[in-house]
């Protein structure tokens, strides 16, 4: 069964740092997101993802924040400047389509010292 | 704006007890609803969903109908094994909003044998 996949499943990097967080959604959808979970709290949106372009944002997804697309396979989210409040699960997730369900990946757990 | 609120947790139960975890929302229009599984150490799976009023999901003895007429969409199983000890996650989306999940604060179930 085709799965979403991410990388690293543990980042820990010290503020002011750059991470880059990559995903790999199931290959046939159209529509990818990133979502957070700080330790104990509910999931939060970040960013939706379609034809190559930002479909939507949370208040969240500031200008540190970025993502891209860069080879038809990849999904990568971008902090330019870590912060110790960005330390939190991230959850890549992918669709076919808007009110489909959403298949997400692993998570990566991102801690910043 | 679109909002789902979730019944709080943990709830604790014995083995082979009835479950109900409740779920209102509020949103406008007709969104999807959906029942997302969080076992320990683990990411977002979708247990269940319900595209439109009076859809009934079901998966693995679970079971949610989606009320229109109430805003709900709570969870049940007539018979929960220890196993099924988890966070629950209720989650609506907007099609024509990018697709994002907007989700409750999550129910911590503890099956006791």
């Known amino acids: 069964e085709p799965e979403v996949t991410q990388t690293p499943s543990h980042q820990v990097t010290q503020m002011g740092q750059e991470v880059i967080l990559r995903c790999v959604p199931i290959?046939?959808?159209?529509?990818f997101y990133w979502y957070r979970q700080i330790l104990g709290q509910k999931v939060e949106f970040l960013v939706s993802f379609y034809n190559n372009e930002i479909s939507e944002k949370s208040e969240i997804f500031d200008d540190q924040f970025s993502v891209e697309r860069p080879d038809g396979s990849n999904f990568t989210l971008k902090i330019r400047s870590t912060k110790l409040e960005d330390s939190a699960m991230y959850f890549c997730?992918?669709?076919?389509?808007?009110?489909?369900?959403?298949?997400f990946g692993p998570g990566t757990r991102l801690t910043v010292t | 704006g679109n909002s789902v609120t979730q019944m709080e947790g943990p709830v604790t139960l014995s083995e082979e007890a009835f479950l109900t975890i409740n779920c209102t929302y509020t949103?406008?229009?007709?969104?999807?609803l959906f029942w997302y599984v969080q076992y320990p150490g683990e990411g977002l799976q979708l247990l269940l969903k319900?595209?439109?009023?009076?859809d009934k999901g079901s998966n693995k003895g679970f079971e949610a109908t989606y009320r229109k007429e109430t805003t709900s969409f709570h969870l049940e199983k007539g018979s929960v094994q220890v196993s099924d000890s988890a966070v629950y996650f209720c989650a609506l989306t907007r099609g024509n909003q990018g697709g994002k999940l907007i989700f409750g604060q999550g129910t911590e179930l503890s099956v006791k044998p």
């Open positions: 949103a406008t229009g007709y969104p999807s």
């Open positions: 290959s046939n959808h159209l529509y």
């Open positions: 319900a595209t439109k009023a009076d």
């Open positions: 997730a992918s669709s076919g389509g808007t009110l489909y369900e959403q298949y």
